[in-house]
């Protein structure tokens, strides 16, 4: 015979407390043993590029703070498609990271076959900061403000040159947008390496290239290229002296993005590691010394709440699909 399991009033309030404190006790255990070996930060684009900065400088903070090597794995190519799907083939146990920037939802932005889906495939651990991109110039292009590039290049339509990083990144989607603004007339050539880019403009291969501070800064400060113009609403205390394109253009209206850099780890991280992963981030980017050295990369530190980010990656998916349509270049 069965009979009824019955458990009065007095004895379960005792025997629900004892079952959340080790529920409690359970998740708390969990965070505080991870990680229980290195973990990996995928940087899907080039050494000296802010995505790679950021990684390493946050890196070195977290390892410092949990005892364990923090590996930055580089996958550059294909408009961070390549490090993308490299982390996409993890496991989903926290010990993978990737740092994302606006092609991560650029890609999905301009192409309906992307084979990656941001809000899918992935989960916010944390939104850290935006860097703004900067016009840079070969050094023995002669002009030495924005107007003067814009008058230069009027005057010699179709016969100059500016590196991207290939359709659909933040260097062709500003540009193009800048060129129309302007009414000039540039051609475009896309590179797979931004170091690349970089070093053919510095050798003066090519005339202009809309680059990250960080990847750009030094040879700005040596003389090796000119710097016209920074894509933001507001000049960067790195280079204080360069205008934003609004104010070197003479057009007050003109908005620019920056790039923005942020954490993701893979769709099915537990919880409690997606928790503990956001906990060493913050707390990694509030240290003075990790806020320094960034800060004079230009990097304006930022930190919404993971919901603000994933609506903010929402929202430049949405954004970047109206942008490409109009430039006739989504696919």
């Not at 007095?10 to 505080?32: E, F, G, K």
């Not at 769709?267 to 928790?275: R, Y």
């Amino acid at each position: 015979m069965n009979y009824p399991l019955t458990i009065s009033r007095r004895r379960l309030a005792p025997l629900l407390a004892s079952m959340a404190l080790a529920l409690c006790t359970a998740t708390s255990w969990s965070q505080s043993a991870f990680p229980s070996k290195p973990i990996h930060i995928v940087v899907p684009f080039a050494a000296g590029t802010g995505t790679e900065v950021i990684a390493r400088t946050v890196g070195n903070k977290i390892a410092e703070e949990v005892k364990q090597s923090v590996v930055i794995d580089i996958r550059e190519g294909g408009g961070g498609i390549i490090g993308t799907m490299a982390a996409l083939q993890q496991p989903a146990d926290g010990f993978t990271m990737l740092i994302v920037a606006n092609p991560f939802t650029i890609v999905p932005g301009t192409n309906s076959k992307a084979p990656y889906d941001p809000l899918k495939d992935f989960v916010p651990i944390a939104k850290v900061a935006i860097i703004p991109i900067v016009l840079t110039v070969a050094q023995q292009l002669p002009v030495n403000t924005l107007k003067e590039f814009i008058a230069y290049a009027k005057a010699n339509p179709g016969k100059m040159s500016y590196a991207s990083s290939g359709p659909g990144t933040p260097s062709q989607l500003e540009m193009e947008l800048f060129k129309q603004a302007a009414g000039i007339d540039i051609v475009e050539v896309p590179y797979k390496s931004t170091g690349q880019a970089m070093t053919d403009v510095v050798g003066g291969q090519i005339d202009m290239y809309p680059a990250g501070v960080p990847i750009s800064l030094a040879h700005i400060k040596s003389g090796r290229i000119k710097a016209l113009g920074i894509f933001n609403s507001q000049r960067t205390p790195a280079l204080p002296e360069v205008p934003t394109l609004a104010e070197g253009m003479g057009m007050p209206d003109y908005v620019a993005t920056p790039l923005w850099y942020g954490f993701v780890a893979k769709a099915g991280t537990p919880p409690d590691i997606q928790a503990r992963l956001n906990a060493l981030v913050v707390k990694a980017m509030k240290s003075p010394e990790v806020a320094s050295r960034l800060q004079g990369l230009g990097a304006q530190l930022i930190s919404p709440t993971n919901e603000e980010f994933t609506q903010s990656i929402k929202a430049e998916i949405e954004k970047t699909a109206r942008i490409a349509k109009a430039l006739g270049i989504a696919k």
